[in-house]
Nanobody
């Protein structure tokens, strides 16, 4: 069983929506900040959205603000990413990641510092 397992990706037309899920089997899930990152072909893995361990704080990359919502359900050990108004430039493999430090004050916006990663789920936006 993977520590983090994403699902929900797929092919969608521009303007469409998808909801990604990340099921966590790590015991620390409810005490660590979580993030979504994405990686397009030939490009670096970049931050999309992050949420604090208690769900009280969120952070978003500028290009997705207003179109994307991150949420978590600690009772279900699950992280979510609602993607709306999808654009071709949103095409990428989306990864969820767990912070390496419990109860960190700031939400990390870089891959460094995350202890666990999922295998990724492909999101393709095309007509």
């Amino acid at each position: 069983q993977a520590d983090l397992a994403e699902s929900g990706g797929g092919l969608v037309q521009p303007g469409g929506s998808l909801k990604l899920s990340c099921l966590a089997s790590i015991r620390t899930f409810s005490s660590v900040n979580m993030g979504w990152f994405r990686q397009a072909p030939g490009k670096e893995r970049v931050f999309v959205a992050g949420i604090s361990w208690d769900g009280e704080r969120t952070d978003y990359e500028d290009s997705v603000k207003g179109r994307v919502t991150i949420a978590r359900d600690n009772a279900k050990n699950t992280l979510y990413l609602q993607l709306n108004g999808l654009r071709p430039e949103d095409t990428a493999v989306y990864f969820c990641a767990a912070d390496s430090r419990a109860y960190r004050t700031e939400i990390l916006t870089v891959p460094l510092g995350h202890a666990y990663w999922g295998q990724g789920t492909q999101v393709t936006v095309s007509s």
